[in-house]
């Protein structure tokens, strides 16, 4: 089997060509081909000469895999399902709007987070994807010349595959890679505490999004079981730190569930808990989870929430709902093709 060029660094690549006796500019060269052009083949990297490329393809391929399906939203949001491995599948989404595209990846095949209100969780955990394979939601999208915006927050949770979630977000970013600027990336976690230090270590500029979505443990470990190893207090503990080590303003996701965490009093623990942070509220009406019975909170709810969070000093704005036709069809083409395999 070859081995993936996709998901190496510049540094790497300097000892693949220096192995195979190429010369070391090469390297500059491959790596432009894999990120600034996205190729999907050797053959493409034409500044290469035929004699080196075929050195190459002895050894390796680039790695790349188109989707294998896609289910397009009225408003023109379209899932992709990416094959990732043998019989396995990830799903990334296209978001476009006005002043920007956004495309949202998947950093797991399944997760082991098992959110009560997420249906990722459901299909149980596979394996961690490889940087290269994260990479590869981007280079192979239809729509990647118009990309603006990454967020992490697909299937899986990128700090539980932190190391190739590092790698990933360093290529992305660097001038040898895409050379996206960190500050149009997002990543979302579930709260994994001593993750949360590390990143602010590598204060890579990205914006932290962090599922909160309650304001004390006891609701929290009810809908989060991750709660019941990183208790609220810890977990806004190390939010503040992220935000004071890297400057950067953390984005709290609040999923709005109808009887279980939208009342006044929730808005008033939460706007206490988050006093004086660095931070925005992003509430967001839950899909209905049929299997624990949630439901999304009305519209005047939302707005009483935000009401008494804006009193309290935080910002808070409610996430425009799209997709919502292709959204209530979560995995459905995941199951199409696992079942077709």
Same mark, same amino acid.
């Given at each position: ?5 996709? &998901? ?5 690549? %300097? ?13 500059? %060269? ?5 990120? @600034? ?5 050797? =053959? ?29 939203? !009225? ?9 990732? &491995? ?10 476009? #709007?006005? =002043? ?5 990846? *998947? +950093? ?18 596979? @394996?961690? $994807? ?6 590869? %939601? ?30 990933? $977000?360093?290529? /992305? ?12 990336? +997002?990543?979302?976690?579930?709260? $994994? ?14 914006? $932290? *999004? ?17 709660? %019941?190893?990183?208790?609220? #207090? ?18 709290? #996701?609040?999923?709005?569930? =109808?009887?279980?965490?939208? +009342? ?16 925005? /509220?992003?509430?967001?009406? !839950?899909?209905? !989870? ?7 909170? &009305?519209? #005047? ?11 309290? &000093?935080?910002?808070?704005? /409610? ?9 209530? +069809? ?12």
């Amino acid at each position: 089997m070859k081995q993936p060029l996709l &998901g190496l660094t510049l540094t790497e690549l %300097q000892a693949v060509v220096k192995n195979l006796g190429m010369p070391g500019f090469a390297a500059k %060269q491959i790596a432009s081909w894999l990120y @600034g052009k996205k190729v999907a083949s050797i =053959d493409e990297m034409t500044n290469l000469s035929l004699k080196h490329r075929e050195l190459l393809k002895d050894i390796y391929e680039v790695g790349g895999e188109a989707p294998v399906d896609a289910m397009r939203s !009225v408003d023109g949001t379209v899932k992709y399902l990416y094959r990732v &491995g043998e019989g396995h599948y990830v799903e990334a989404v296209y978001i476009p #709007e006005e =002043d920007r595209a956004t495309l949202c990846v *998947s +950093s797991q095949v399944g997760c082991k987070m098992n959110c009560k209100f997420c249906m990722t969780g459901k299909q149980g955990f596979t @394996g961690n $994807l490889t940087a290269g394979q994260i990479i590869n %939601q981007i280079n192979s999208l239809p729509e990647r010349d118009k990309l603006t915006n990454v967020v992490m927050m697909g299937m899986g949770e990128p700090l539980d595959n932190y190391n190739q979630v590092i790698r990933f $977000l360093r290529l /992305v970013s660097s001038q040898e890679g895409m050379n996206l600027g960190m500050r149009h990336i +997002s990543l979302s976690t579930c709260g $994994l505490v001593d993750r949360i230090y590390d990143l602010a270590e590598e204060n890579l500029q990205l914006t $932290l *999004s962090v599922s909160l979505h309650a304001p004390n443990n006891a609701i929290r470990s009810r809908t989060m079981p991750v709660n %019941q190893k990183y208790p609220i #207090e810890e977990l806004l503990k190390a939010c503040r730190y992220y935000a004071g080590r890297t400057g950067r303003r953390i984005s709290f #996701e609040y999923a709005m569930i =109808d009887g279980v965490n939208d +009342s006044d009093g929730c808005a008033k623990e939460l706007a206490a808990r988050l006093k004086g942070m660095l931070c925005h /509220v992003n509430l967001i009406p !839950v899909n209905p !989870v049929r299997e624990a019975g949630y439901q999304k909170s &009305g519209r #005047e709810r939302q707005q009483a929430f935000i009401r008494i969070l804006e009193r309290a &000093g935080i910002t808070a704005t /409610v996430r425009r709902t799209l997709g919502a036709d292709i959204n209530a +069809s979560c995995g459905q083409l995941r199951r199409k093709h696992l079942k077709e395999g």
